[in-house]
C-alpha cells in the first residue's frame, strides 16, 4: 500500500511550502537545485511523500531556516510521520481510501458526521458492523469480515477512547433506527449502545426525525474531520457506492459545515433523541 498521508506529514509539507514561497521559489526550482525528480517537492508539501533527515537538511538550509528549535521541531514531524500505524497489520483488508481516512481521524481532534442509513462507525457495535458488511459487501469473505470488524473496533479505541478523546459530533436520520440491521436482536443491542454512548461527554448525538421532511443531507452522508493547531488542514469525506471514501476539495469545506449546523438546527435535541431511540428499542421488542 504506497504511504499514507498523516497529518503529521500534512504539517510538514504545508510548513515547507510556506517556507518555499517565503524563499521565492517554485516547486521545479527547489526539486532542480536538491536534483530530485522534479514533482517530489510538490508531493512532499501535499503530504504525499515522505523525506529523509537529510533531505528535509537540505531544504531546511536552503530556505534559511538557522534557527535550532525551528528545525527541530520540523525534524521531529518528519520522525513522527514515519512512525508504524496501528492498522499496517490490516493493510492487506482495507483500501488505501480507507487507511488514508483512518490515518487523519486517528489524529484529528474532532469530528462532525451525517448519516442518512447506517449508524457511525465510531459508534458501532461488533454485531452491526457484521451485519453491516455482510448487507454492503456479501461477496466478502468471513476472515476478512472478521479482520474489518476488528478494524471499526480499534478505530473506536484509537479515537473515542484515548487519553484525549475524540469530540464527535453525529447527526441521524431516523431511518438509521429504524432498518433493523442485523436483525432485531442486533439492532436493539446497537440502539442501547447509542444511548450509552450519547452520555459520554465527549460525544454529541441528534437524531433527525421523519416528521422534519425533507433536508440538506438527502443526498447522502458526509463526515468533517478537525486538526488541532492547523485549521487548514480540516477537511470533508463523502461516500458513495463506486469510492467508500472520497476527499472533498478544501473549497467545499464552508458549505458542508453550514449544511451540518443547518441539520443539527433541524434535528431534535440530545434529550429528545434519546428518547426517540427508545421508542425505536420498545418498537422492536
Not at 121 to 149: C, F, H, M, S, W
Amino acid at each position: 500500500m504506497p504511504a499514507i498521508p498523516t497529518v503529521r506529514r500534512r504539517m510538514l509539507g504545508a510548513e515547507l511550502r510556506a517556507l518555499r514561497e517565503e524563499s521565492g521559489h517554485t516547486a521545479d526550482e527547489m526539486a532542480r537545485r536538491l536534483g530530485w525528480h522534479q514533482t517530489k517537492v510538490s508531493r512532499i508539501e501535499n503530504g504525499r511523500s515522505g523525506l529523509r533527515v537529510r533531505e528535509l537538511e537540505a531544504l531546511l538550509d536552503l530556505y534559511g531556516v538557522t534557527d535550532p528549535e525551528a528545525r527541530e521541531s520540523l525534524l521531529g514531524l518528519a520522525r513522527e510521520s514515519k512512525a508504524r500505524m496501528w492498522w499496517t497489520p490490516y493493510s492487506d483488508v482495507i483500501t488505501q481510501r480507507y487507511a488514508s481516512y483512518i490515518a487523519l481521524e486517528t489524529e484529528a481532534s474532532a469530528k462532525r458526521t451525517f448519516e442518512t442509513t447506517l449508524v457511525p462507525g465510531l459508534l458501532q457495535t461488533p454485531d452491526y458492523t457484521r451485519a453491516a458488511i455482510n448487507a454492503l459487501a456479501p461477496e466478502t469473505k468471513p476472515d476478512a469480515v472478521d479482520a474489518l470488524v476488528s478494524v471499526r473496533l480499534a478505530r473506536q479505541g484509537a479515537t473515542l477512547r484515548r487519553a484525549d478523546p475524540l469530540s464527535l459530533s453525529a447527526i441521524v436520520d431516523e431511518a438509521v433506527l429504524r432498518r433493523t440491521t442485523g436483525g432485531s436482536h442486533v439492532m436493539i443491542k446497537q440502539l442501547h449502545h447509542l444511548l450509552e454512548a450519547s452520555e459520554e461527554p465527549n460525544i454529541t448525538l441528534q437524531v433527525l426525525p421523519f416528521a422534519s421532511g425533507g433536508h440538506l443531507g438527502m443526498l447522502g452522508a458526509f463526515a468533517i474531520l478537525h486538526f488541532p493547531i492547523r485549521s487548514d488542514l480540516d477537511m470533508v469525506y463523502t461516500e458513495s457506492y463506486v469510492s467508500s471514501m472520497q476527499f472533498e476539495r478544501r473549497s467545499d469545506f464552508a458549505t458542508y459545515s453550514r449544511m451540518f449546523d443547518t441539520l443539527s438546527a433541524s434535528a431534535l435535541d440530545e434529550a429528545q433523541s434519546r428518547n426517540l431511540i427508545s421508542r425505536a428499542v420498545k418498537d422492536l421488542q
